[in-house]
């Protein structure tokens, strides 16, 4: 079994002070979880900040059994880090050389402030009275925690998925804080496409009879609702060859009946199961804030840019690399995204890398394959 780790809680804010958020919103004080490997060198340059996907966390190594106060939602299957494979001794993230820090989002559901968390003037659940996240808030609470643990600037940022925004963010907003970006299966600009994918997502959760507006915490929740919206999501993070295998491997005989209609073979039972798996590790309106930040999301606009190439001079002007992973069997972030996101980069004159992984397993390849991510990494983080 892996080596136990254990969460830890930076605050930040106050009553006095509160949090001041990019669409106006304001909280009294956030608390971030968050987790680290490794051993910070003398001068505090070997730190690497890793963002996680959507509906990931901060506890990326170890085994972790539980988080103060995150209860029931912290399942079994998330006692194991999620990027094991990628960070550790010797691997592709070192932590033989390198202290590694992953956070939970603000707005997350394992321990970081968010709407199932206490309202202090009600004494109820936020709710629905919890405010809009941006991706530029959320770098802006990381850089907080990374400046209570006197780390100025990072020998490398990185992120799968989501976490690539969020490590583009944070690399564009804070240049001189960075060194060496690393963005695996992401993108610069979220696509129409996925606008109307997220959106429909939004739909299952608003429309489910339980949903009460947010406001379900005293009772069952959005329960098929957010099912829903995890199905729609799910057939974009897995190759279809790769669910129709699993369905055939997992499912052997479905007997799921909704009110009138019974579920007719293993694949739409695989989904249904997909569905009702998650809602027992995730809050509905964690998962709606972060999508709503994801649909909206445009790099240049969160970094309070005029275009793409005024953003990414100042990657340029602090001399950041780059390393852009596209998967050539991705429906979630396709690769023309990356290949965006690499021509703004080269259009600026930044040092940029663009490897494009060969994979049948879509964009779950980084957390499945690490052999066809390491090499490269390691020669990057390593230079």
Request: negative net charge; charged residues 20%.
């Amino acid at each position: 079994m892996p080596a136990e780790t254990r969460t830890e809680f930076f605050q930040t804010g106050s009553a006095a002070e509160p949090v001041r958020l990019r669409d106006g919103g304001s909280l009294p004080g956030v608390t971030l979880a968050y987790e680290s490997w490794g051993e910070l060198n003398a001068d505090r340059s070997n730190a690497i900040l890793v963002f996680h996907a959507l509906s990931g966390s901060h506890h990326a190594v170890g085994h972790n059994p539980e988080i103060e106060g995150v209860g029931d939602l912290w399942q079994p299957e998330l006692h194991a880090g999620w990027w094991e494979s990628m960070i550790g001794p010797g691997k592709a993230i070192d932590t033989d050389k390198f202290f590694v820090i992953c956070a939970n989002y603000l707005g997350g559901c394992y321990g970081s402030t968010g709407p199932a968390s206490i309202h202090p003037e009600t004494g109820k659940p936020w709710g629905s009275a919890f405010p809009a996240v941006t991706a530029a808030d959320q770098v802006e609470m990381v850089k907080r925690l990374l400046d209570s643990l006197g780390i100025e600037v990072l020998a490398a940022v990185a992120g799968p998925s989501v976490g690539g925004l969020l490590s583009l963010t944070f690399a564009t907003r804070f240049p001189e804080r960075v060194k060496t970006v690393i963005s695996i299966a992401s993108g610069f600009k979220t696509t129409v496409l996925n606008r109307l994918i997220l959106f429909e997502q939004i739909l299952a959760i608003e429309n489910d009879p339980y949903f009460n507006g947010g406001d379900y915490y005293d009772g069952q929740g959005p329960l098929y609702g957010l099912a829903l919206a995890r199905m729609i999501s799910h057939k974009t993070f897995l190759h279809l060859d790769t669910i129709e295998k699993r369905a055939r491997q997992d499912v052997v005989q479905p007997d799921d009946v909704l009110s009138w209609y019974r579920v007719r073979d293993q694949f739409q039972s695989y989904m249904l199961h997909q569905g009702k798996k998650f809602v027992r590790r995730f809050d509905a309106n964690t998962y709606l804030r972060i999508i709503d930040l994801w649909s909206r999301y445009d790099a240049t606009h969160e970094g309070d840019a005029e275009t793409p190439e005024d953003l990414f001079e100042r990657s340029r002007a602090a001399g950041q690399r780059w390393l852009v992973f596209s998967i050539d069997s991705d429906f979630c972030f396709y690769p023309e995204e990356q290949s965006e996101l690499v021509r703004h980069l080269e259009q600026a004159k930044v040092e940029v890398m663009h490897i494009i992984v060969h994979s049948d397993k879509g964009h779950d390849s980084f957390l499945l394959e690490p052999d066809l991510y390491t090499p490269h990494i390691s020669w990057l983080l390593g230079r």
